[in-house]
T-cell receptor, first 111, second 114 residues
Framework: SQKIEQNSEALNIQEGKTATLTCNYT??????LQWYRQDPGRGPVFLLL?????KEKRKERLKVTFDTTLKQSLFHITASQPADSATYLC??????????FGPGTRLSVLP | DSGVTQTPKHLITATGQRVTLRCSPR?????VYWYQQSLDQGLQFLIQ???????AKGNILERFSAQQFPDLHSELNLSSLELGDSALYFC?????????????FGQGTRLTVV
């Protein structure tokens, strides 16, 4: 069956370190993969999109990689700050129909 | 502000009742998506409309229905409500049906069924 897994439910890191979040998918062949940030009680906010033919995408302190062989995307936040604390969601396109979201990883950046 | 407006923000209703959630997409966006988010389920895709037509359907219950009107706003109707329908309901919009662009989410409607 189709499944999207994100490495852990929660991740705690120290301020200034790099946070690495993992998204693994099964029985999808996404042409696109997106990452969103969600704060409690609010709607998700788009961060980055990466295409299947792109290995890596960067935006300021954010970096996303996409490995279609491993069926995995990694999301990195460098020089993390307490303001980066939120839940991060990955989303795979479902055969061009719509986006399906993973369960999310709750990141806490400790000062 | 994403430009997507959802009303109401909060809704408390009793089991068995029917409610309507409303979504106004960003100006110019033709696609509207509805998602349900409960504590133990994450964001679940319900249904997508594009320019008034149903485009894709997810795990939407038969008690739920939606439509998109000529002015592109959308409504999600939930009927015969059960306690388990309590959740945050999000609407998102995007310019078209090609998935190479971001989706813009509204702030959600928090539905509580008592």
């Amino acid at each position: 069956s189709q499944k999207i897994e994100q490495n852990s439910e929660a991740l705690n890191i120290q301020e200034g370190k790099t946070a690495t979040l993992t998204c693994n998918y099964t029985n999808y062949s996404p042409a696109y993969l997106q990452w969103y940030r969600q704060d409690p009680g609010r709607g998700p906010v788009f961060l980055l999109l990466i295409r299947e033919n792109e290995k890596e995408k960067r935006k300021e302190r954010l970096k996303v990689t996409f490995d279609t062989t491993l069926k995995q995307s990694l999301f990195h936040i460098t020089a993390s700050q307490p303001a980066d604390s939120a839940t991060y969601l990955c989303a795979c396109d479902n055969y061009g129909q719509n986006f399906v979201f993973g369960p999310g990883t709750r990141l806490s950046v400790l000062p | 502000d994403s430009g997507v407006t959802q009303t109401p923000k909060h809704l408390i209703t009793a089991t068995g009742q029917r409610v309507t959630l409303r979504c106004s997409p960003r100006s110019g966006d033709l696609s509207v998506y509805w998602y349900q988010q409960s504590l133990d389920q994450g964001l679940q895709f319900l249904i997508q409309y594009y320019n008034g037509e149903e485009r894709a359907k997810g795990n939407i219950l038969e008690r739920f229905s939606a439509q998109q009107f000529p002015d592109l706003h959308s409504e999600l109707n939930l009927s015969s409500l059960e306690l388990g329908d309590s959740a945050l309901y999000f609407c998102a919009s995007s310019p078209n049906i090609i998935l190479n662009t971001e989706a813009f989410f509204g702030q959600g409607t928090r539905l509580t069924v008592v």
